[in-house]
């Protein structure tokens, strides 16, 4: 049973492009949460996603931020034009319903660096 | 506003015990979470607690006292590998998990 799986592990992008980050659940899960790590920092929660449905995105800045997770494929988290302060690492986390269990699963994470 | 705060680095001795504290101030109070993340990995599970008292498992230990919005992690006999970051998470009324910045722990020989 695969795990949380996140890509691309680490991506660099220059200011002013878009990063794209994939983000698998785990088999039969189907609520998605994604946070941001910025260095030394713990996690900040950016979105709260459900299948075709966004039901809490109130973690995520409002411009050139967005996610998605369609019915098919994974969830993804899209950043635009990008800008140095986006340099972070994002964790993908997926439940199997509203985090009323003990314990959600993270993804290995995504390593954004803006140059 | 929520706030869960944590010390942000700790050192302690291989072998020896240490405590690690967390303080939340939220919006409802939902279970109480510790996970452990080594640098440059995703956070991992340790524990979880929703009522009051001592929950061990193994080596590590976690403490939850409601009333006073407060919680520790209890490590023993500790081992290099332990060297880590240490999060406290809180959920919420609206079953959003509330994030400390982490605790840093620095096990020497």
């Known amino acids: 049973n695969a795990g949380v799986m996140q890509n691309p592990r680490h991506l660099v992008r220059r200011r002013g492009q878009e990063a794209r980050l994939r983000c698998s659940p785990m088999?039969?899960?189907?609520?998605v949460y994604w946070y941001r790590q910025l260095p030394e920092e713990g996690l900040k929660f950016m979105v709260y996603?459900?299948?075709?449905?966004?039901?809490?995105e109130s973690g995520m800045p409002k411009e050139r931020f967005s996610a998605e997770f369609p019915k098919e494929g994974p969830s993804i988290l899209r950043i635009q034009q990008v800008v140095r302060g986006d340099s972070a690492a994002y964790f993908c986390?997926?439940?199997?319903?509203?985090?009323?269990?003990?314990?959600?699963?993270f993804g290995e994470g995504s390593w954004l660096t803006v140059v | 506003g929520q706030n869960i705060d944590q010390p942000t680095e700790m050192t302690a001795t291989e072998g020896a015990i240490v405590q690690i504290n967390c303080t939340y101030q939220?919006?409802?109070?939902?279970?109480l979470f510790w996970y452990q993340q080594h640098a440059g990995e995703a956070p991992t599970f340790l524990s979880y607690?929703?009522l009051d008292g001592l929950e061990e498992k193994g080596r590590f230990s976690s403490f939850l006292s409601r009333s006073k919005g407060y919680s520790y992690l209890l490590l023993k006999e500790l081992q290099m590998k332990d060297s880590a970051s240490y999060l406290c998470?809180?959920?919420?009324?609206?079953?959003?998990?509330?994030w400390g910045a982490g605790t840093k722990l620095i096990i020497k020989p």
């Open positions: 996603l459900q299948k075709e449905n966004i039901i809490d």
């Open positions: 607690n929703v």
């Open positions: 998470a809180v959920r919420d009324s609206n079953y959003q998990l509330i």
């Open positions: 986390a997926s439940s199997p319903k509203q985090i009323s269990g003990n314990t959600i699963y």
């Open positions: 088999k039969g899960h189907s609520h």
């Open positions: 939220t919006s409802g109070f939902n279970g």
